[in-house]
């Protein structure tokens, strides 16, 4: 039930671009998009519904492709701010008629000099 | 000054023993849920709470855990008897709607000995 993130892992240089990917086996009608830093509690970044919008923040923007079930994270010209673990939630309603929000495993950035 | 806060910061107790962990949020929200986290693991849902009762719960929580909001501010997570593998650390999220965006407290460190 969980969404799958990719990669797992990323290390970038000073100003190079990434794509963090994340889909879901579920009908999804939101995609929550977070950041944790090391020791601290994750920080809302963007949400998407479902509609296959786009939303931008800075140099950080996410797209939603509801059909494939897929967001996108994408990170450009990348600062050292930028690292961290970056976490989707897919957001669907269960059988039981309630919204849920479940996390992916994560993906780790780190940007270096 | 953050949207809510939690209590304690860090908690070390005797396995079998029953702990509370506290959250507050600094202004009125319908929307209560805890996660917890296994070091250098995924953030993993445990409860949500809507209108004063649990709306959805994953598998984790089982009958060792509940919640309540005892005077309507304070969001308590109470573990029964806690088990080594429920050292964790627990964060609280509020929101204002069943799909806005997510406030996480600091976290609570559990650590069961």
């Known amino acids: 039930q969980q969404p799958v993130q990719s990669p797992q892992a990323v290390i970038l240089r000073e100003g190079e671009d990434a794509v963090i990917n994340c889909s879901s086996s579920k009908a999804l009608y939101s995609v929550h998009w977070y950041r944790q830093k090391h020791g601290e509690a994750p920080v809302f970044l963007m949400i998407l519904l479902k509609g296959g919008e786009q939303k931008g923040h800075e140099k950080i923007s996410a797209s939603f492709n509801e059909k494939k079930q897929q967001s996108s994270l994408y990170l450009t010209a990348s600062q050292l701010s930028y690292s961290g673990t970056y976490f989707c939630?897919?957001?669907?309603?269960?059988?039981?008629?309630?919204?849920?929000?479940?996390f992916g495993k994560g993906t780790k950035l780190s940007v270096i000099p | 000054e953050p949207e809510v806060t939690q209590t304690p910061s860090h908690q070390v107790t005797q396995m079998g023993q029953e702990v509370i962990l506290r959250c507050v949020p600094i202004?009125?929200?319908?929307?209560f849920y805890w996660y917890r986290q296994i070091l250098g693991q995924k953030v993993e849902f445990l409860v949500s709470?809507?209108?004063?009762?649990?709306?959805?719960k994953s598998e984790i929580f089982d009958d060792q855990f509940s919640v309540e909001r005892p005077d309507g501010s304070n969001f308590t997570l109470k573990i029964r008897s806690t088990k080594l593998e429920d050292s964790a650390m627990y964060f609280c999220?509020?929101?204002?709607?069943?799909?806005?965006?997510?406030?996480f407290g600091n976290g609570t460190r559990l650590t069961v000995t």
């Open positions: 939630g897919t957001g669907f309603w269960s059988g039981a008629g309630s919204y849920q929000l479940t």
């Open positions: 709470f809507y209108n004063n009762e649990i709306s959805e």
């Open positions: 999220a509020i929101g204002t709607s069943y799909n806005s965006p997510l406030h």
């Open positions: 202004s009125n929200h319908l929307y």
